[in-house]
C-alpha cells in the first residue's frame, strides 16, 4: 500500500481530485505535512509552586531548641533566658512530640516532590500524546483521501468496464 501526500493551494474539490490524479500518473508521492507543534503554555503557578516546594525543602525540620528571640530593651534579655531555661527544663517532654513533628513535615515534602515529579512527567506524556494524535489525524485524512481515490477509481474502472461490454456487444453484432 502506498499512501500519496497531496498538497493543494484551495478547498476546491477538482483541483484536489487534479491535484491526485496528477501524482498518480506521476507516482510522486509527495512528503508528509510537518507535525503540528504542540505548545503547553506554562502553568501560573509553576514558579509559585517551585518556590515553594524549596522553602518547604529547606524548612521542613523542627528545632526544638528554637526560641522566640525578643528585641524588647529593657527585658528582652530576661525574656530570652527563661525561654532557654524552660526549652532545657523541659526538653524530655517536647522532644517527642518535636521529633514527631519533624518526621511528619519531612514526610509531607518528600510527597510533595514526588507528586511535582509525577506532575511533570505526566504533562510531558501528555504532550507527546497530543503530538502523536495530531499525527494520526494526518494520517488518517490521508487514509481518507486514498479511499475516496479508491472509490472514484472502482467508479471509473465500472464504467469502462461498461463501455468495454458495450463494445464488446457491437463487434458480435456485426
Do not use: C, K
Not at 518535636?98 to 514526610?107: D, F, Y
Amino acid at each position: 500500500m502506498t499512501i500519496y501526500w497531496i498538497a493543494t493551494e484551495n478547498d476546491d474539490a477538482l483541483a484536489t481530485l487534479a491535484a491526485v490524479e496528477q501524482a498518480l500518473t506521476s507516482g510522486t508521492t509527495g512528503t508528509p505535512p510537518p507535525a503540528l507543534p504542540i505548545t503547553q503554555p506554562a502553568p501560573a503557578d509553576d514558579g509559585y509552586l517551585a518556590q515553594n516546594l524549596a522553602l518547604a525543602e529547606a524548612t521542613w525540620a523542627v528545632d526544638p531548641q528554637r526560641i522566640v528571640v525578643s528585641s524588647r530593651p529593657q527585658f528582652g534579655m530576661l525574656i530570652n533566658l527563661f525561654q532557654r531555661l524552660v526549652r532545657r527544663l523541659t526538653w524530655w517532654y517536647a522532644l517527642p512530640q518535636w521529633l514527631q513533628i519533624s518526621e511528619h513535615h519531612g514526610a509531607q515534602v518528600r510527597s510533595l516532590n514526588a507528586l511535582a515529579n509525577h506532575e511533570r512527567q505526566s504533562r510531558a506524556r501528555i504532550a507527546a500524546l497530543e503530538a502523536e494524535l495530531a499525527r494520526l489525524h494526518a494520517i488518517e485524512r490521508q487514509v481518507q483521501v486514498l479511499r475516496f481515490e479508491q472509490t472514484e477509481l472502482r467508479r471509473r474502472i465500472g464504467l469502462l468496464e461498461e463501455a468495454l461490454l458495450r463494445r464488446a456487444e457491437a463487434d458480435h453484432a456485426e
